[in-house]
Structures are given as structure tokens and as C-alpha cells.
């Protein structure tokens, strides 16, 4: 299931459109991939993406869970292209010895070039990066704590060159920078063998 939201308003004389959606992927069939994403991973191994149902869900009954383990698995929409907008999304962050990640993905050209944001609970810290050709550099770290075992909302609202990322409701970071300035998929990222949830995965742009 979708919600799609599609409001105009007029400031300084400008009609300006903000178009948001969100997916609980509550339709989507369960021990499978949901439909119109590119499930997938940037690295060797092979990541597992699947809607399953879960108890624990924000929104019940079906989640999005990765549980196989690759050097970055990454999950991105399809019919996604935004510049200048938001990505955000529930997750919690269930099990892994290297990693307990959740992360959101923005601008992304494909499963190899994407600017990434994510949280982990092994780390207690919140950071951001780019992927460029499938090498993914540190730009900026933040010190916040994750619980694994429990559900966070993490998010990115990116305007040209500025970029700021908050976790559960609280701003984790601002950064500046251009290696992506064109329109891109959104999606969601783990790390390793983080056995991660996701739910309420939300964009829009403006």
C-alpha cells in the first residue's frame, strides 16, 4: 500500500509543488522482493531483499528485510528521480557481528554511485558518505545512540548542494557537497551481515 500526497501553494507569486509518497509495502507479496525496486548490492556477495510479515511493524502487517550479507546491500526504486527533496525511513536493526545498520540512499545513479546516510547501533553513531564506482567514502560523523532491537526513524532532506540528516526527529548532521548534482533513485542500505527491517519508506520532492 501507497500514500501519495500532491499539495500546490503560491509563494511570492510562485506556484510551488510539493509531491510526497509513502510505502508501507503492506501489498506486496511476502518472500519476495517488492515490486519496482532494484534489489541488490554494490560490492561482492549476495544481499537478501524480501517483504515479510512482522509483528513489530510500524505499520502491520509486512516489512522490507535485509538478511543476507554483501559488502553494501542496497535496495533502490525504480521509477524514483529527485533532485532537491526528502528520503526517510523506519528501521530497526535486528542482528550482525560486522554491522547493525539502517541507511537511506539519494541521488543515485545506480547500485554503484549514491550519496548514503546511515545509522548503526553497533557504533552508536550516525554518518554519511558517497559511493562513487563502488568505493564508499567517510565524509562526516556524528556520535548518537542507536538501539538495536528497536525501531528509528532516519532521515535526509537535500536541497542542491546541502544535505541534512536527522535521526528520530533530532539533526545528526549537515554537509555540503557536489559529486551528485543530478536527479536520482531513493532507496535503502545495509552493510555487511546487518539483518535489518525497514518500514514507512517515505520521499518527496520539491
Known amino acids: 500500500m501507497k500514500t501519495l500526497i500532491l499539495t500546490m501553494s503560491a509563494l511570492a507569486g510562485l506556484a510551488i509543488a510539493v509531491y510526497a509518497e509513502t510505502i508501507n509495502f503492506d501489498s506486496a507479496e511476502t518472500g519476495k522482493p517488492p515490486p519496482g525496486w532494484t534489489a541488490t548490492q554494490t560490492g561482492k556477495g549476495e544481499a537478501k531483499w524480501t517483504v515479510e510479515k512482522e509483528d513489530s511493524a510500524p505499520s502491520k ?7 543476507g550479507e554483501a559488502t553494501y546491500p542496497v535496495c533502490l ?13 523506519k528501521f530497526k536493526p535486528i542482528s550482525g557481528k560486522e554491522d547493525q545498520a539502517g541507511g537511506v540512499v539519494w541521488r543515485a545513479k545506480d547500485s554503484d554511485n549514491y550519496y548514503i546516510a ?3 547501533a553497533l557504533e552508536d553513531n550516525v554518518t554519511i558518505y558517497h559511493t562513487v564506482k563502488g568505493k564508499r567514502t567517510e565524509k562526516k560523523r556524528t556520535d548518537m545512540k542507536v538501539v538495536s532491537g528497536e525501531w528509528h526513524t532516519l532521515r535526509v532532506d537535500f536541497s542542491d548542494n546541502h544535505f541534512t540528516v536527522t535521526l528520530d526527529g533530532k539533526k545528526a548532521i549537515e554537509w555540503d557537497d557536489e559529486t551528485f548534482t543530478e536527479a536520482g533513485m531513493v532507496g535503502v542500505w545495509t552493510k555487511a551481515d546487518s539483518v535489518t527491517l525497514f518500514d514507512d519508506f517515505s520521499y518527496g520532492s520539491r
Open 77 to 89: 526504486k525504480n521509477d524514483t528521480s529527485l533532485k532537491n527533496g526528502f528520503v526517510e525511513v
Open 118 to 120: 546511515r545509522a548503526n
Open 61 to 67: 502487517p509486512n516489512i522490507l528485510k535485509q538478511s
